[in-house]
């Protein structure tokens, strides 16, 4: 039994629009998302989940099966679940398509997870730059003593008091489901606290579906704003 990777991409994002076709060391900002999932091996090639003509021609250009995708989505994690909806594979690993500098063996681990029982498993990782604490573009997490997620936030989580602070965690943008866990929850409408966030993730917390979070040594978000773009441009080199 294998995982398979959906990349959900859209080119309507308000903050960067068209951001998955952006430049970045010459090639399209989500090219470098899919060569990194493609990196981690866990099964058949990742997939393209779109409904946008540019993004499917981008992604064929570059070897990646696409799968059409209604345009009434409201989320990547909805946008997946059509996709594998169609799929027989027991494990969906949902890679936001911005996410071009993830670590393929982050997914790898994110699978093991899976394959061990978890129903859905998410990365973080402490803030690589402490100044983005307060930052909504960039999502905290806090956890349980086993690892598994309390609530996800834009606002810093949690507040400190004054006692010893818990170390603070980035969420990344990556969910790796059992497939029924997400036809299920991603089958729904989208809850309160998901509404008020802006966070697709607390729909299945809201649904009672436990969250394991992955703590990875490091990692970094994806790529949000044209600071974030300018920043992954100076790691990875030029436009």
């Given at each position: 039994m294998h995982c398979q990777v959906v990349i959900p991409a859209r080119l309507g994002s308000q903050r960067l629009p068209r951001k998955a076709l952006l430049p970045l060391a010459g090639k399209p900002l989500l090219q470098h998302?899919?060569?990194?999932?493609?990196?981690a091996d866990l099964g058949p090639?990742?997939?393209?989940?779109?409904?946008?003509?540019?993004?499917?021609?981008?992604?064929?250009?570059?070897?990646a099966p696409v799968a059409w995708t209604s345009p009434a989505h409201r989320c990547g994690s909805e946008r997946v679940a059509e996709v594998a909806a169609r799929l027989d594979a027991p494990w969906i690993v949902n890679v936001q398509g911005d996410e071009a500098l993830l670590a393929p063996d982050a997914l790898v681990r994110l699978a093991e997870r899976l394959r061990a029982g978890d129903a859905m498993a998410t990365p973080a990782a402490p803030f690589p730059d402490p100044s983005r604490v307060s930052d909504?573009?960039?999502?905290?997490?806090?956890?349980?003593?086993?690892?598994?997620?309390?609530y996800f936030s834009r606002s810093?989580?949690?507040?400190?008091?004054?006692?010893a602070a818990a170390e603070p965690l980035v969420h990344l943008g990556i969910y790796a489901f059992r497939r029924e866990t997400l036809l299920d929850v991603y089958?729904?409408?989208?809850?309160?606290?998901e509404r008020s966030e802006g966070l697709?993730?607390?729909?299945?917390?809201?649904?009672?579906?436990?969250?394991?979070v992955l703590r990875l040594a490091s990692g970094e978000p994806g790529i949000n704003t044209i600071e974030d773009l300018e920043r992954a441009r100076a790691r990875l080199g030029g436009a």
């Open positions: 998302t899919w060569e990194r999932a493609r990196a090639l990742p997939i393209v989940a779109t409904d946008d003509a540019d993004i499917a021609a981008a992604a064929r250009a570059f070897g909504p573009a960039w999502v905290k997490v806090v956890c349980d003593q086993n690892d598994r997620a309390l810093p989580i949690p507040f400190v008091s004054g006692a089958r729904r409408e989208p809850t309160p606290l697709e993730q607390l729909r299945a917390l809201e649904h009672g579906v436990p969250i394991r």
